[in-house]
């Protein structure tokens, strides 16, 4: 498993991370954030040029006051000249409409830039989800991929929509404004520069604090997400069960979690404004006393004196606003950690780097000393090997757990075996070319999940872009025809969300029509009529004659009337076949096959 597994998926929940995890973590965001700007670099200089500009348009004002008072009143008290002034005046007016337009025009070009990068990230999360092999979702739960594409997603909008403009805009201004105050007084300048030195101290430790508490924020908030989530997905068991209690405590719990990491984060911001606010107006204290002093001395002029305070006063202005950023910061930058986590997943299934074309396939599949194992301590398959020609019918019956669905799994390459082959006539499925691969073998699994959209878009599934008519073809073919015109808007009509219009049996013809329109060479039927009653699946089993005819077809069932259509049968137990003939030769036998099946006869007396 990669380095970025570790951090991103089985680690990210985790709050309790190594010095050098962290270091990883923050170059792994470092990286994705260099990715996203590089792009846009031309925008982001033209802004930048722009923000100065009109920061420095904004800095002018005090000191062409302080010009004002002590040289332009003085011509017009002294001489009766108003020209100084009504210059300074109008240099001031002009400073300031300047600074307006170019805040305006840096407030849309950062808003698109902020925009750019989140049309690209959002694209980035949504393909890279697709692109994860099985094994990720499945160890991946829906709600905290969710919680990627909203909550994430959201804490960085807010920080690029308004934070960065905190921080640009704050930082320059404070500069800026430093850099006039020296050049107008450079003991006044002096200062303000001692006084960043407890206000160093008083970020330094707002920033070791928020670091923790802000990522805890996130942790809580991706847990209530992920509860959520899986609540509403799973509502039918929470009904069948009656676990609306104790989901209503274990939710609480997480609530209770997410607001207590919310007040700890309001109680350093309630020690830390108020920390700003004190050193800011000691500051200014410090800076009129001295000054005032001063003047009196005749070492500085009252205008100047005026211009050093509104400085001085204006120093301190950006920085209840940078402490803001600080915490959108700390929440986007917890956020970019976990989506750069899943953005530098790996699939575990890889495209072949040169892949071989097999345009026309033939359907024969071949295991060759296949070993495959979940993980450490659990090997499914120890050494298997198997031989199924183009065209054969071959059903996998045996307990569960017997590495059935593994197998399936296999063939349709969601999984890669951990020692031996897959091959699809002779071509190993690691070197197969992925195009290749969907188009000869398809998998219909018992969900037979429905999309949002009409009957006919779910049918063409199979086939994208198949006209009306072949898309009734395929219907027909596997009998679903007749109740697809009864619906109301006949293949228009809308299935609603996970076909709940239709029902069970009804879903697995339209995946039927689905797979017969995709028109693999290999067939893979995943417990396909395990959720079915009996008239729903013999109209399925009607259907499954004309889907089966002229391919390799693998059936998985848990039914033996589903297994009577089948070649051949192998009997699973423990990763191994046990048993391998025709149907009719093991119910004739004496082995597992034939106990099973006087079993399910018995059953149905």
Same mark, same amino acid.
């Given at each position: 498993m990669s380095s970025s597994s570790v951090l991103g998926v089985s680690g990210e929940e985790r709050d309790d991370f190594s010095t050098e995890e962290s270091r990883q973590i923050r170059r792994r965001s470092l990286r994705l954030l260099g990715s996203l700007l590089g792009p846009l670099k031309v925008r982001v200089f033209w802004t930048m040029l722009v923000v100065? +500009?009109?920061?420095?348009?904004?800095?002018?004002?005090?000191?062409? !006051?302080?010009?004002?008072?002590?040289?332009?009143?003085?011509? +017009?008290?002294?001489?009766?000249?108003?020209?100084?002034?009504v210059l300074i005046v109008a240099v001031y007016l002009v400073t300031g409409l300047i600074g307006a337009i170019?805040?305006?025009?840096?407030? +849309?070009?950062?808003?698109? !830039?902020?925009?750019?990068?989140?049309i690209d990230l959002r694209k980035r999360v949504f393909l890279q989800t697709q692109r994860l092999s099985l094994e990720f979702h499945?160890?991946?739960t829906s709600g905290r991929i969710i919680s990627r594409q909203t909550s994430d997603l959201d804490s960085i909008k807010e920080l690029l929509d308004s934070g960065i403009n905190q921080l640009v805009s704050g930082f320059l201004y404070m500069s800026f404004t430093g850099i006039a105050l020296f050049l107008l007084d450079w003991t006044s300048g002096l200062v303000l520069l001692v006084s960043l030195i407890p206000l160093f101290i008083l970020t330094r430790w707002f920033q070791k604090r928020s670091q923790s508490v802000f990522r805890e924020t996130r942790v809580t908030s991706a847990r209530v997400i992920v509860q959520f989530v899986e609540t509403m997905t799973g509502i039918r068991a929470v009904k069948a069960f009656r676990k609306e209690k104790r989901n209503e405590a274990t939710y609480g719990d997480l609530v209770e979690d997410y607001r207590d990491a919310n007040a700890r984060a309001i109680r350093l911001f309630g020690f830390f404004d108020p920390g700003l606010v004190l050193i800011g107006n000691v500051t200014v204290a410090a800076v009129l006393l001295v000054g005032g002093f001063r003047v009196v001395d005749g070492a500085i002029e009252i205008g100047a004196l005026l211009a050093a305070v509104l400085y001085?006063?204006?120093?301190?202005?950006p920085m209840e606003e940078m402490a803001m950023f600080y915490n959108s910061y700390q929440s986007a930058a917890a956020a970019l950690e976990k989506i750069s986590g899943v953005l530098e997943e790996r699939p575990s299934v890889p495209d072949p780097t040169s892949p071989i074309d097999l345009w026309e396939a033939r359907g024969h599949v071949a295991f060759e000393d296949v070993r495959?194992?979940?993980?450490?301590d659990s090997v499914v398959l120890p050494n298997f090997t198997l031989d199924i020609p183009a065209g054969q019918t071959v059903a996998l019956v045996g307990t569960t757990g017997a590495g059935k669905s593994t197998l399936a799994k296999l063939i349709s390459r969601f999984y890669d075996p951990t020692d031996g082959r897959v091959l699809l006539d002779g071509v190993d499925l690691r070197q197969l070319h992925p195009k290749d691969l969907r188009r000869a073998i398809v998998m219909v699994t018992q969900e037979a999940y429905l999309f949002s959209g009409t009957v006919a878009d779910n049918i063409a599934i199979g086939k994208p872009g198949a006209s009306l008519d072949e898309i009734k073809r395929a219907a027909e073919?596997?009998?679903?025809d007749t109740f697809i015109e009864a619906l109301p808007k006949g293949y228009d009509t809308d299935v609603n969300k996970r076909g709940g219009r239709v029902s069970a049996g009804q879903r697995q013809l339209i995946s039927f029509a689905r797979a017969f329109l995709a028109d693999p060479s290999v067939l893979i039927l995943d417990e396909a009529t395990a959720s079915l009653d009996i008239p729903s699946e013999r109209l399925v089993q009607e259907a499954l004659q004309t889907l089966l005819a002229d391919?390799?077809?693998?059936?998985?069932?848990?039914r033996l009337s589903t297994v009577a259509i089948a070649d051949r049968v192998l009997v699973m137990e423990h990763g191994r076949i046990v048993e391998d003939g025709t149907p009719a030769?093991?119910?004739?036998?004496?082995?597992?096959f034939a106990r099973m099946h006087a079993a399910w006869r018995d059953s149905l007396v």
């Amino acid at each position: 498993m990669s380095s970025s597994s570790v951090l991103g998926v089985s680690g990210e929940e985790r709050d309790d991370f190594s010095t050098e995890e962290s270091r990883q973590i923050r170059r792994r965001s470092l990286r994705l954030l260099g990715s996203l700007l590089g792009p846009l670099k031309v925008r982001v200089f033209w802004t930048m040029l722009v923000v100065v +500009v009109s920061t420095a348009a904004q800095v002018a004002g005090p000191a062409l !006051i302080a010009f004002g008072i002590d040289t332009g009143l003085p011509a +017009v008290v002294d001489r009766a000249d108003w020209m100084p002034i009504v210059l300074i005046v109008a240099v001031y007016l002009v400073t300031g409409l300047i600074g307006a337009i170019l805040i305006a025009w840096y407030t +849309v070009l950062s808003a698109r !830039i902020s925009q750019a990068i989140l049309i690209d990230l959002r694209k980035r999360v949504f393909l890279q989800t697709q692109r994860l092999s099985l094994e990720f979702h499945e160890s991946y739960t829906s709600g905290r991929i969710i919680s990627r594409q909203t909550s994430d997603l959201d804490s960085i909008k807010e920080l690029l929509d308004s934070g960065i403009n905190q921080l640009v805009s704050g930082f320059l201004y404070m500069s800026f404004t430093g850099i006039a105050l020296f050049l107008l007084d450079w003991t006044s300048g002096l200062v303000l520069l001692v006084s960043l030195i407890p206000l160093f101290i008083l970020t330094r430790w707002f920033q070791k604090r928020s670091q923790s508490v802000f990522r805890e924020t996130r942790v809580t908030s991706a847990r209530v997400i992920v509860q959520f989530v899986e609540t509403m997905t799973g509502i039918r068991a929470v009904k069948a069960f009656r676990k609306e209690k104790r989901n209503e405590a274990t939710y609480g719990d997480l609530v209770e979690d997410y607001r207590d990491a919310n007040a700890r984060a309001i109680r350093l911001f309630g020690f830390f404004d108020p920390g700003l606010v004190l050193i800011g107006n000691v500051t200014v204290a410090a800076v009129l006393l001295v000054g005032g002093f001063r003047v009196v001395d005749g070492a500085i002029e009252i205008g100047a004196l005026l211009a050093a305070v509104l400085y001085t006063r204006r120093f301190f202005d950006p920085m209840e606003e940078m402490a803001m950023f600080y915490n959108s910061y700390q929440s986007a930058a917890a956020a970019l950690e976990k989506i750069s986590g899943v953005l530098e997943e790996r699939p575990s299934v890889p495209d072949p780097t040169s892949p071989i074309d097999l345009w026309e396939a033939r359907g024969h599949v071949a295991f060759e000393d296949v070993r495959f194992a979940y993980n450490a301590d659990s090997v499914v398959l120890p050494n298997f090997t198997l031989d199924i020609p183009a065209g054969q019918t071959v059903a996998l019956v045996g307990t569960t757990g017997a590495g059935k669905s593994t197998l399936a799994k296999l063939i349709s390459r969601f999984y890669d075996p951990t020692d031996g082959r897959v091959l699809l006539d002779g071509v190993d499925l690691r070197q197969l070319h992925p195009k290749d691969l969907r188009r000869a073998i398809v998998m219909v699994t018992q969900e037979a999940y429905l999309f949002s959209g009409t009957v006919a878009d779910n049918i063409a599934i199979g086939k994208p872009g198949a006209s009306l008519d072949e898309i009734k073809r395929a219907a027909e073919a596997v009998g679903a025809d007749t109740f697809i015109e009864a619906l109301p808007k006949g293949y228009d009509t809308d299935v609603n969300k996970r076909g709940g219009r239709v029902s069970a049996g009804q879903r697995q013809l339209i995946s039927f029509a689905r797979a017969f329109l995709a028109d693999p060479s290999v067939l893979i039927l995943d417990e396909a009529t395990a959720s079915l009653d009996i008239p729903s699946e013999r109209l399925v089993q009607e259907a499954l004659q004309t889907l089966l005819a002229d391919r390799t077809a693998v059936i998985i069932a848990h039914r033996l009337s589903t297994v009577a259509i089948a070649d051949r049968v192998l009997v699973m137990e423990h990763g191994r076949i046990v048993e391998d003939g025709t149907p009719a030769d093991l119910i004739s036998g004496s082995g597992r096959f034939a106990r099973m099946h006087a079993a399910w006869r018995d059953s149905l007396v």
